[in-house]
């Protein structure tokens, strides 16, 4: 019996990308890109979007543009505050 391959972490994709494509205070992600990134769909990233969470940095045509290190951070932040919001009493 054999495994299946294990998938790559978010990290371990994060960390590929930036070296293909450069540093990731430097490159910039659309929001699909920016959802793969992050583990989540590209829906929760026009909602981080609108809710403030996460600042476009520049716009191209109609799409949005994101650092990927704000992506990165956006999604930490936003795991740190569910885990938060669940331990909390109450």
Not at 47 to 72: F, I, K, S
Not at 78 to 86: D, F, G, H, I, L
């Amino acid at each position: 019996m054999t495994l299946p391959p294990s998938l790559p972490t978010r990290r371990a994709i994060a960390t590929a990308a930036a070296r293909r494509h450069g540093a990731p205070d430097r490159r910039l992600l659309t929001t699909a890109e920016a959802a793969v990134i992050a583990g989540v769909t590209p829906g929760t990233i026009r909602q981080w979007r609108h809710r403030g969470y996460l600042v476009p940095t520049a716009r191209h045509g109609r799409r949005y543009l994101y650092r990927e290190d704000h992506v990165l951070q956006a999604e930490r932040d936003r795991r740190t505050a569910r885990t938060a919001k669940v331990r909390s009493p109450g």
